[in-house]
């Protein structure tokens, strides 16, 4: 008698027969040549369901005992994915085309391009910042000038602010990144619903700018350090809900707003509205009772490990800029927390 398997299945029914001239099964092979395909798939269809069981009920459990082992990996990288990066390239002697060629070594996914003191870059190196990071993978932002009021008494200084950021939005554009982050306002001893709809009237005017040029740039106000900007977590999620602008939450600013104290878990709920994925920026934090002092390095409050841990029960898709004075040193750390929570990081975005 014939050993191959498709002579032994032609005395079988009908459906074997199909199955034979259809596929060449190589589980058949390492079972026994002789077993008849249907079986073979029966067997595989059993294994396979067996150990997907096992996986999801014996193994899921076991991933918070052993959280930095492969089956927390496997169980829950899944829809969620965190980009980790710094603000600017002032660590890379300052060259944003540096910063975006050294990154994926280091392991890092992203980088917020720093126009905090003026906009030096123009729009023929944004394009080549573009190029070079079509190469690289890497998620870039940009954070407009400091030097920004949207709801300033002088109508100069409005339009010069609308200026930098709409600038900042030009050079996103050829770079290829987004969100565009800035401060919005200063209260400037205005009533706060005042500049809340002047700040508001500027977002829509810009946004109507953006729009007409064809740009792919999302404008994100920050939530602020200080009490004298416009900026609280309610605020900024006002502009967003009456503007349709995108946000970026800087939970070390909240935490100085609030003198040390801040919820991330109730943080986070409040934002859950947010379909896309998040922008937020990290860093320690000094601050007085006007707010922030200033920013410093992550080992301080808030903690980044308690901020870390509400994102991942929420499963929250994130960019996470290091704003600390060692930005990508601190990005790297952030990238060890999340590591150890069992969160892996994708090479590609
Ligand atoms: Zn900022």
Known sequence: MSTNPIAINASGSVWEKYLSSRMENPFQKIINPHTPTSVSITIFLWVSSYL??????????????????????????????ILLGPAGAGGFDGSTIEGVRKLPGLGLQTMEVQFSHGIAMGNELAKKVGLEN?????????????????????????????????????RAHFMGADPVVFHPAYFGGVEKEKVFQATKEAIIEMQGFIKRKGWEVRLAPETTGKHSALGSLDETIRLVKETGCFLCVDPAHLFARG???????????????????????????????????????????????????????????????????????????????????????????
């Open 52 to 81: 997907s069981i096992f996986f999801s009920a014996v193994l899921r459990p076991l991933r918070f005992f052993f959280p930095a082992n492969i089956i927390y990996i496997a169980c829950e990288n899944i829809n969620m994915k």
């Open 134 to 170: 079509k190469k690289y993978n890497i998620k870039l932002s940009v954070h407009a000038p400091f030097f920004i009021n949207l709801a300033s008494k002088e109508k100069k200084k409005v339009e010069e602010s609308k200026k930098r950021i709409l600038d900042s939005c030009e």
């Open 259 to 349: 003198y040390g104290k801040l919820d991330f878990g109730e943080m986070l709920d409040r934002l859950k509205f947010i379909k896309e994925p998040m922008h937020f920026h990290f860093s320690g934090i000094e601050y007085t009772s006007k707010g922030e002092r200033n920013h410093i390095v992550l080992d301080h409050s808030p903690d980044f490990m308690e901020f870390a841990k509400e994102l991942v029960k929420r499963k929250i898709s994130c960019t996470i800029i290091s704003e600390s004075p060692i930005t990508w040193q601190d990005s790297l750390k952030m990238k060890r927390v999340f590591e150890g929570m069992g969160y892996r990081f994708y090479k590609e975005i």
